[in-house]
Structure formats: structure tokens, C-alpha cells
């Protein structure tokens, strides 16, 4: 049997009471405990007083900043705030003659530039920066923002290998690319480099796997980053907002590259998932879309943005609102076992039809019938108590591994205050609908 979250409270629980006792008898405890504490404690209010203290920023005037992605999103509202603080705005625009770039020149003023720029294009990354330093005359390069992505939110098995790949050029390497590119210009500033990573460059979300991987990189590059560049007075900063209703988290295109993946599938893989687990997992997809911050609350990311670029006392990380950095913060501090059955909780409850199939009883047998119809109807059927036929079913159909998750179900259902009376239809029930993930197919 596996470890489960109750094992994960009572070896907590004894912990603690192996604390307080020995705490009695030893005052060293005592004060390291008090110390711990005081740290967490410590940290959470020198973030909160930094939350609530007024952000100054610098003279923009003078100063030149280049945004990648500003075509729409996060870039875009941070080209138009940078512009009115004064700074010589470059954005790089994917499609500069797009809807995008163009209301973005109506609604700044003369100094904004669009500039081309694929950042997984080694020629236009090259081409923006010949443009720039050309551009700049008297001006300093004060900052680089590294803001373009894309994300991809399919299973680990139906994403193909293009599709990393394409996530990781933009995500990973556009960064890297830009940023090497950038460097003696910043050089000559003693500049910031600020990078848009995200929670999910955290914490690995399943279903998000590509997309986390990409982010993990691109914090991994930054910590790097941040240390080598200190020698040169160039400060890095990184933003890690949560999900929030941007063209990025766009259910539409989503869904279709999602269907396109899946028919892209080998036969076999979309025979064992099934087309009802494929369903599920779509729902579950929008869900947590639908859960994403509204568009109105873009504003708290764009705010950390512009401070990480203009702000008199920046930060290296930021986390965009306080109820998302204490999110983040008791992430951090979950054991893995925790935080695994938080992310498995909001996971398709359906089970993939391999499992199905070897789990779950035939449509046309009387098996499945005793299974839906319970105890006392297969009684009738079958001339036998149903206490004890069903249970010889489950022996023959799920083996003894099976019959050990039924009971950690039935124990399960006695925490959650059903008494232990559930009867062996309702366990049943129970391990279709989500329990079939403790099991392992042989």
C-alpha cells in the first residue's frame, strides 16, 4: 500500500509530539523550534511590508528598453505603461503589421518602435539588435524584457516531440538567444534583464508538462543568469505570474491543437486512453482555464513588470498578488505526497479504457450487474447472499491488489463519515470514479 495523505498527518502528528516532549526536557529545542518560525515568520512580513510600500521609479528619459512578444498580452500593456513613463520603447512584434503592432502604435506615442522579431529566429534576433544599436545614438539600452511564450496543455504520451520542441524554442531558448544577443549593449548600461517565467516554472501541473518544463528552463537560466551578471552591475529579474485570461490561455485554440494531437496519435495509445478519458481531460482543460485570473487582474502582473524595469529597488523575484504568493508559499513547503494528491485531486476522474478493461466488470455480464445493482439484487440473481458474492467477484476480477485499494476506500469512506457501511456497489462505485488511480496494471 502506498503512502496516502493521512500517513503523511499522523507521521506529522507524532513528530510533533516527539517535539513538545522533547522540548520539556531540552531548552535548545525549544529555541531552534521558536528560530524556524521566526524565520518563516520574518520572511513573510518583510514581503508584506515590500507589498504595501509605495514603488518609486527612475527617470525613464534617456533610457531605451526592448520587449519581446508585443503583439498582444503581458508585452503589449508593458510597451504602452513603459512608453508613458518616458522610455524609448522597442517592441518586438512576431507580426508587425498585425492587428496587434498597429494599435499598439496608435495608442503610444513617436518613440515606440516595432520592430520584427521570431525570437526562435537566430537571423531576426541578430537583425533586432544591428536595428537597435544603430537606432540607440546618444540613448542607453537600459533593459531587455523577455516576454514572448506559448503554451501547450496536452498528456505527456499524446504530445509529439515537434511540440516540445516548438515550446522549448520560444520559451527556453528565445530567451537565451535574445538575451546573449543583447548583452553588450547592457554592458555599457550596467542594465536589468527581466524574464517572464510563470508558477508553473515551479511546480509541474500534469497535463502541463511542456509548457513546465519550458518555464523550469527559462528560472534555471535566470538563477544562472543572475549570479555571472553580477560582475557587470547588470541585475536580473524574473516574473512568475499564475494563469490569467490572456491570448495564451484561450480555450479555442487550445481544444483544436488538443483534437489535433490526439488524432496524431498512434491507434494504440488513443485505444488505451479512450475517447471518453480524451473528453474528460478536455473538461478538466477548461476548468482550469475558467479558473484563470480575469482580465482585469492583468494589471497586478504589468505593475511587477514595470517595477522590475524602472523601479528604484527592484526585486529578483516577483510573484504577481499576495494571495498567489502565499499559494506559492505553502506549495513549496507541502511534502511531494501532498502535493501530489492536490494536483491529482482536479485530474479526469474517468478511467482510461485500458484500465477499464482490466478493472472494470463486462456491459453484458452479470458481474456488472451485481456491480451496479448491489448487494441485494445479485442476491436474487444469483441465489447468494450478496455480502458474500460480490466480494468473491472483486477477489476474481481485481486480485489482491485491487482488493487492497477497495480498502483503503472503505477506510476512506469511514474518515469521511460513512460509518464503514458502505456496501461493496458503493466502494465499487467509488474506484471508478477517481480511486482507479492507486492501482497498478499489470
Same mark, same amino acid.
Given at each position: 500500500m502506498g503512502m496516502t495523505w493521512y500517513?503523511?498527518?499522523?507521521?506529522?502528528?507524532?513528530?510533533? =509530539?516527539?517535539?513538545?516532549?522533547?522540548? &520539556?526536557?531540552?531548552?535548545?529545542v525549544s529555541w531552534l523550534a521558536l528560530g524556524l518560525m521566526a524565520a518563516h515568520i520574518g520572511d513573510w512580513a518583510m514581503k508584506a511590508a515590500m507589498n504595501a510600500m509605495p514603488r518609486k521609479n527612475?527617470?525613464?528619459n534617456g533610457k531605451a528598453v526592448f520587449i519581446t512578444g508585443c503583439d498582444s498580452g503581458f508585452g503589449r500593456l508593458l510597451a504602452i505603461r513603459l512608453d508613458k513613463l518616458g522610455f524609448k520603447v522597442y517592441a518586438g512584434c512576431l507580426q508587425p503589421d498585425g492587428t496587434g503592432a498597429t494599435s499598439l502604435k496608435l495608442e503610444t506615442s513617436s518613440k515606440l518602435t516595432v520592430v520584427r522579431l521570431d525570437v526562435t529566429k537566430e537571423d531576426e534576433v541578430r537583425f533586432a539588435y544591428k536595428f537597435i544599436k544603430e537606432d540607440l545614438g546618444s540613448l542607453?539600452?537600459?533593459?531587455?524584457? !523577455?516576454n514572448a511564450g506559448i503554451a501547450a496543455f496536452t498528456e505527456i504520451e499524446w504530445c509529439p516531440i515537434a511540440e516540445y520542441r516548438r515550446v522549448y524554442e520560444v520559451n527556453s531558448l528565445g530567451p537565451i538567444r535574445v538575451t546573449k544577443t543583447f548583452l553588450p549593449l547592457l554592458r555599457k548600461s550596467s542594465g536589468r534583464i527581466v524574464l517572464v517565467a510563470s508558477l508553473a516554472g515551479r511546480?509541474?501541473?500534469?497535463?502541463? #508538462? %511542456?509548457?513546465?518544463?519550458?518555464? @523550469?528552463? +527559462?528560472?534555471?537560466?535566470? $538563477?544562472?543568469?543572475?549570479? *555571472?551578471?553580477?560582475?557587470?552591475?547588470?541585475? =536580473?529579474?524574473? /516574473?512568475?505570474?499564475?494563469l490569467y485570461r490572456t491570448p495564451i490561455s484561450q480555450e479555442g485554440p487550445i481544444h483544436r491543437a488538443l483534437d489535433r494531437f490526439w488524432e496524431e496519435c498512434p491507434e494504440d495509445v488513443r485505444n488505451s486512453y479512450g475517447d471518453e478519458y480524451m473528453k474528460d481531460f478536455k473538461i478538466t482543460i477548461s476548468a482550469h482555464l475558467n479558473r484563470a485570473k480575469p482580465s482585469e487582474k492583468i494589471k497586478e502582473v504589468v505593475d511587477d513588470m514595470v517595477d522590475a524595469v524602472a523601479g528604484q529597488d527592484p526585486k529578483s523575484r516577483?510573484?504577481?498578488?499576495?494571495? +498567489?504568493?502565499?499559494?506559492?508559499?505553502?506549495?513549496? %513547503?507541502?511534502?511531494?505526497? /501532498?502535493?501530489? @494528491?492536490?494536483?491529482?485531486?482536479?485530474q479526469p476522474q474517468t478511467p482510461p479504457?485500458?484500465?477499464?478493461? @482490466?478493472?472494470?466488470?463486462?456491459?453484458?455480464?452479470? &458481474?456488472?450487474?451485481?456491480?451496479? $445493482?448491489?448487494?441485494? +439484487?445479485?442476491?436474487?440473481?444469483?441465489?447468494?447472499?450478496?455480502? *458474500? #458474492?460480490?466480494? !468473491? /467477484?472483486? $477477489?476474481? &476480477?481485481l486480485g489482491q491488489e485491487g482488493n487492497d485499494a477497495l480498502a483503503q476506500i472503505r477506510h476512506q469512506i469511514q474518515i469521511l463519515g460513512c460509518g464503514g457501511?458502505?456496501?461493496w456497489a458503493e466502494l465499487y462505485e467509488a474506484l471508478l470514479s477517481g480511486c482507479y488511480k492507486r492501482m497498478r496494471v499489470g
Open positions: 500517513h503523511m498527518l499522523a507521521a506529522w502528528l507524532l513528530a510533533w =509530539v516527539a517535539l513538545v516532549i522533547v522540548s &520539556q526536557r531540552s531548552w535548545a527612475i527617470d525613464g542607453d539600452l537600459w533593459a531587455v524584457v !523577455n511546480y509541474t501541473f500534469p497535463g502541463f #508538462t %511542456a509548457y513546465s518544463m519550458s518555464k @523550469h528552463a +527559462t528560472v534555471s537560466f535566470a $538563477d544562472g543568469l543572475r549570479l *555571472e551578471m553580477q560582475k557587470w552591475g547588470i541585475t =536580473v529579474h524574473t /516574473v512568475e505570474p499564475t516577483y510573484v504577481p498578488s499576495v494571495v +498567489t504568493q502565499v499559494r506559492a508559499k505553502v506549495l513549496s %513547503a507541502l511534502p511531494d505526497k /501532498v502535493r501530489d @494528491h492536490l494536483f491529482l485531486s482536479s479504457a485500458y484500465v477499464a478493461a @482490466h478493472y472494470v466488470f463486462p456491459a453484458n455480464s452479470t &458481474q456488472a450487474e451485481t456491480a451496479v $445493482d448491489g448487494p441485494a +439484487t445479485q442476491g436474487r440473481r444469483s441465489g447468494t447472499s450478496g455480502s *458474500e #458474492t460480490i466480494p !468473491n /467477484v472483486l $477477489d476474481a &476480477q457501511r458502505a456496501s
